[in-house]
């Protein structure tokens, strides 16, 4: 298997509600391969998808019976500390969810988390041991 | 916010084992970056890390307590259907967990699915709906 993703499939309780966060909070456009009962962001080299998390878990065949933290966290590294800052002003203009203010971090980082309207985290951070390039991708090799 | 995302973070009980999960059944390579608290792989423009499930939800400064479905999952697409099935046999016979044996599905697709040592959720699916690059980057417009 070659080390890749093609799809972070997200759960959502309400379509339009999830699509209403990632469109207006994060300025996120859908992509025109999404309908009503799917929806598609392009990321930097996979996609971003939302569905309703029932359906995700019947797809999966399996319960869609779950509660609580549910193990995992996206990171959106920013360029600099003051684009953490930005980001998070911005977003809790917008009444999301601030999870953890930003701050500096044991591992040397100034990060902070938020929610979206499902409870999925997102990680703001920066993280000057990563590298961003132009395309936005990351890498460990700074 | 741009639309990208830098690092997939999973959550997991016991770090080696999910190491060994990614290490040997699906042959992916830890990154140098890695250390005893945290294992760094590169996928394609982003990261994938292994995270001590309890030192994630720390890290947010949420309770780590959840169970059942984590409302999420994450996607390797193939080339071909052929790649499924063989992708599918491969992590059988290493004694992975076959959620969803591969099976037609009614969007078109080629579908089935697979957990990690943690439950999280992988997607092995041929979609003649998206492209894939020589980099294994995916979109939709095919």
Same mark, same amino acid.
């Given at each position: 298997m070659e080390a890749r993703v093609s799809i972070i499939g997200l759960g959502v309780k309400d379509l339009r509600s999830a699509n209403k966060f990632y469109e207006e909070c994060f300025g996120w456009e859908k992509l025109p391969s999404s309908n009503d009962n799917i929806s598609f962001f392009q990321l930097n080299g996979c996609l971003l998808s939302l569905y309703p998390v029932d359906k995700l878990a019947e797809d999966a065949g399996i319960?869609?019976? *779950?509660? *609580?933290?549910? *193990?995992?966290?996206? $990171?959106? @590294?920013?360029?600099?500390? $003051? =684009?953490? +800052? +930005? /980001? /998070? =002003?911005d977003l809790n203009s917008k009444g999301v969810e601030i999870v953890k203010w930003p701050e500096e971090v044991f591992w040397g980082g100034y990060s902070s988390y938020i929610a979206d309207m499902d409870g999925h985290?997102? =990680? /703001? $951070?920066? @993280?000057?041991?990563?590298? /961003?390039?132009?395309? *936005?991708?990351?890498?460990?090799?700074?």
């Open positions: 319960s869609a019976q *779950g509660s *609580g933290f549910k *193990g995992f966290s996206l $990171a959106f @590294n920013t360029r600099s500390k $003051a =684009e953490v +800052d +930005d /980001i /998070i =002003e985290l997102w =990680e /703001i $951070a920066y @993280n000057p041991f990563m590298k /961003i390039d132009a395309n *936005g991708n990351v890498s460990t090799d700074v």
